[in-house]
């Protein structure tokens, strides 16, 4: 077994991906706030609209999604600005590696701290909105693709605007109508499931747009942080 | 030409004819009104830039 | 026609040929607008199926192909701009921007009020063209919102160009919405193979309706993009001897 001195693509990007999901780790606060604004919000729905169990379960897809979707976007503000603020963001951009990987290291990062733990809990909520278990498990295949393009896309966001402060809301102004699609695909399959249609055709889309982010949202997100970080 | 105004849905025909002529208007009158106050912003910026520099 | 197209790009040689033409593209517009809503409101025969709501179509069409047409042109100008580095093209999206966003609103305002009495509701929140033009809609608003909020020119111009791109998949998306889904809204009437599946007097009211928004579009769009033009060129000379005369 011969060792080279060549860095592979592949150790750049587990070395990218393994530092930020440790440094996920160390402020599980950072990661843990915008879960329990998740389900308090989505628990809270039904005290504030006093729903029979059919209208529960009518509305439960559609609130889960938009909920998902808006504390989502409250985890995407840390994916740039914190390397940004201490200038490890410009020996990111600066290193050897391509950085649309060292991007989808970040990203992948980020899906797997703040996406997976939001699909994990899913199962929770979906109870309280009286979910039969396999519609549980169509939301959360719904939600995997769902988080995981709102992760790619959001990236693109979060990268426009690392030269702005405070710049959530501009990030979800920007991100929100190309989520749309998945938005409406996501929480209709869920429906569509409910009613005893066929779903595959729904889950086939969301699979698709999410390979549609993939493969321009490093590239984008990329270019946009070395424009910002001039 | 009383017919006109009494055809089948005058009223949806006509408040879309309204909006289009209303943004019509306000954008012209937007656009050149943005030129003139560029023009003269950019004219104040120009003669302070000279009286900065002969003072 | 290359050496006019190089020398549009120069900032000094365009603003003297956009004043020059502002006022035939705005002429010409109008008075295409006129003839053809006069046309269409009054001499046009009425629809078999829609009555004279149908008439709305020579006010709602050339809004929503303005609107697409205008993210279309921002889109190339965002393309050369940053392949090509042509600084005035992120002028010219600048200048089209807010022409694009009041025109997009017209069109849904229009279609919202022709779907009234047409399907007997003013929005339809499953419809795919409906969603997708509010979609653009709001990608023009991010746009203006992310270029007032980055305070170095440079960087938001580039930003925002970005932006644009990344919003162009929008426009098939649209285009096209009526095609893949099951919509409300009617297919293609105008680019179908076997020509236009529209009487010829309701047709040309309809063209000239087009074609006089597209040069109204034009004409506004040629002043927006003087503005801002001058804007980025105020220390130049020749926007100094032009704007002060021979007071040097």
């Known amino acids: 077994m011969i060792k080279s001195n060549n860095i592979s693509l592949l150790s750049g990007f587990n070395a990218m991906f393994r530092r930020d999901c440790f440094q996920y780790l160390k402020n599980p606060s950072q990661l843990l706030n915008p879960l329990i604004f998740f389900v308090m919000i989505t628990a809270a729905f039904p005290f504030a609209i006093n729903s029979s169990k059919l209208q529960l379960t009518q509305i439960g897809p559609g609130i889960i999604w938009v909920m998902a979707i808006l504390s989502y976007l409250l985890t995407l503000q840390h994916l740039y600005s914190d390397d940004a603020d201490d200038g490890c963001l410009d020996y990111i951009i600066l290193s050897p590696q391509p950085l649309p990987l060292l991007v989808l290291a970040k990203i992948c990062a980020h899906w797997f701290s703040s996406g997976l733990p939001l699909i994990i809990i899913s199962p929770i909520i979906g109870i309280i909105y009286q979910m039969q278990v396999d519609t549980i498990l169509v939301m959360i295949a719904t939600l995997f693709f769902g988080t995981f393009a709102l992760s790619l896309i959001g990236s693109i966001g979060a990268s426009l605007t690392i030269s702005i402060n405070n710049s959530n809301i501009l990030v979800s102004l920007l991100v929100l109508p190309i989520m749309i699609p998945i938005l409406i695909f996501g929480a209709r399959t869920i429906g569509l499931h409910q009613t005893g249609s066929t779903t595959i055709s729904g889950l086939y889309f969301m699979s698709a747009y999410c390979m549609f982010a993939l493969s321009f949202s490093p590239f984008a997100s990329a270019a946009a942080l070395r424009i910002g970080s001039e | 030409m009383i017919e006109f105004f009494t055809m089948d849905y005058a009223f949806y025909v006509y408040s879309s004819l309204l909006a289009f002529l209303s943004v019509i208007i306000i954008c012209t009158k937007n656009a050149f009104t943005h030129l003139s106050n560029t023009l003269s912003h950019v004219k104040n910026t120009i003669q302070q830039m000279d009286n900065d520099n002969e003072t | 026609m290359w050496a006019f197209l190089h020398k549009m790009a120069s900032p000094r040689y365009f603003y003297k040929i956009a004043s ?23 001499y046009a025969p009425p629809d078999y199926q829609q009555g004279d709501a149908f008439r709305i179509i020579y006010v709602h069409v050339p809004a929503a192909y303005i609107s697409m047409m205008a993210y279309s042109l921002m889109a190339f100008a965002a393309f050369v701009a940053l392949i090509w580095r042509i600084k005035i093209a992120h002028a010219v999206i600048v200048g089209a921007a807010p022409l694009g966003a009041w025109f997009t609103f017209l069109a849904l305002l229009t279609g919202s009020i022709w779907g009234r009495p047409m399907w007997g509701t003013w929005w339809e929140w499953g419809d795919p063209r409906l969603t997708s033009e509010l979609l653009m809609l709001f990608l023009y608003l991010g746009y203006m919102a992310l270029r007032a909020s980055i305070p170095n020119l440079a960087q938001a111009d ?38 236009p599946a529209i009487a010829s007097s309701m047709l040309y009211p309809l063209l000239a309706m087009i074609i006089g928004t597209t040069l109204y579009f034009g004409s506004l769009l040629l002043v927006r993009t003087k503005a801002e033009v001058i804007n980025r060129e105020k220390h130049s000379r020749w926007a100094k001897k032009m704007l002060l005369g021979n007071q040097l």
Not at chain 3, 20 to 42: A, E, H, K, R, Y
């Open chain 3, 20 to 42: 020059s033409l502002v006022p035939w593209f705005l002429t010409s517009g109008l008075l295409l607008m006129v003839i053809g809503l006069i046309n269409g409101l009054f």
């Open chain 3, 158 to 195: 580039k930003l925002s160009a970005i932006l644009i791109l990344i919003g162009a998949i929008n426009i098939p998306i649209i285009h096209f919405s009526v095609e893949w889904w099951t919509s409300l809204h009617q297919g293609s009437t105008l680019l179908k193979a076997g020509g």
